[in-house]
T-cell receptor
Framework: DQQVKQNSPSLSVQEGRISILNCDYTNSMFDYFLWYKKYPAEGPTFLISISSIKDKNEDGRFTVFLNKSAKHLSLHIVPSQPGDSAVYFCAASGRTNAGKSTFGDGTTLTVKP | GAGVSQSPSNKVTEKGKDVELRCDPISGHTALYWYRQSLGQGLEFLIYFQGNSAPDKSGLPSDRFSAERTGGSVSTLTIQRTQQEDSAVYLC????????????FGSGTQLSVL
């Protein structure tokens, strides 16, 4: 049973528009959520995170929203740039297993110039 | 070092052979993790180390997989009698300590078992 799901394998947006990547989770014990970005032939790099005590966290062009009742989070990128084209992984962890994050399968974002 | 270093970057082996994958974490990071990513899949947790001990080996897929860490630094993941289903990218990550959720990943080892 997959505890973290990214239902959209791919997303394509025009440069300058908003990219919205979605993630759903099933384990109510998760209380920390992270987004990682991965370019080909490189390891994932941390992008942004959010604790369950918050519903929004913003860092420049990147904002993560958390809806605990729906067990849903989303990553917004505004404005999208061609350099944002990558695979984005959603990850979740709980206080009892911090660092042992559970990852989704990833969403491939393509930003077209 | 400046980042997490993994070697080799690519490894092609024959079914039934043993392989060793190496990870050199960020200096000073006490926690070290091994994940693997099969084609089109997410990252699958394998094992984690705090210092030289491995409190959580729950993700190791079979007893053919083992890992060790010496001196609180370099870690080696060993796969014995490799099978074709072992083909994947093996990723190592480190963090400043248990409880620190943000992981720093290496570039991975692409393992291909023929």
């Amino acid at each position: 049973d997959q505890q973290v799901k990214q239902n959209s394998p791919s997303l394509s947006v025009q440069e300058g528009r908003i990219s919205i990547l979605n993630c759903d989770y099933t384990n109510s014990m998760f209380d920390y959520f992270l987004w990682y970005k991965k370019y080909p032939a490189e390891g994932p790099t941390f992008l942004i995170s959010i604790s369950s005590i918050k519903d929004k966290n913003e860092d420049g062009r990147f904002t993560v929203f958390l809806n605990k009742s729906a067990k849903h989070l989303s990553l917004h990128i505004v404005p999208s740039q061609p350099g944002d084209s990558a695979v984005y992984f959603c990850a979740a962890s709980g206080r009892t297993n911090a660092g042992k994050s559970t990852f989704g399968d990833g969403t491939t974002l393509t930003v077209k110039p | 070092g400046a980042g997490v270093s993994q070697s080799p970057s690519n490894k092609v082996t024959e079914k039934g052979k043993d392989v060793e994958l190496r990870c050199d974490p960020i200096s000073g990071h006490t926690a070290l993790y091994w994940y693997r990513q099969s084609l089109g899949q997410g990252l699958e947790f394998l094992i984690y180390f705090q210092g030289n001990s491995a409190p959580d080996k729950s993700g190791l897929p079979s007893d053919r997989f083992s890992a060790e860490r010496t001196g609180g630094s370099v870690s080696t993941l060993t796969i014995q009698r490799t099978q074709q289903e072992d083909s994947a990218v093996y990723l190592c990550a480190s963090s400043s300590g248990w409880g620190e959720e943000k992981l720093f990943f290496g570039s991975g080892t692409q393992l291909s078992v023929l």
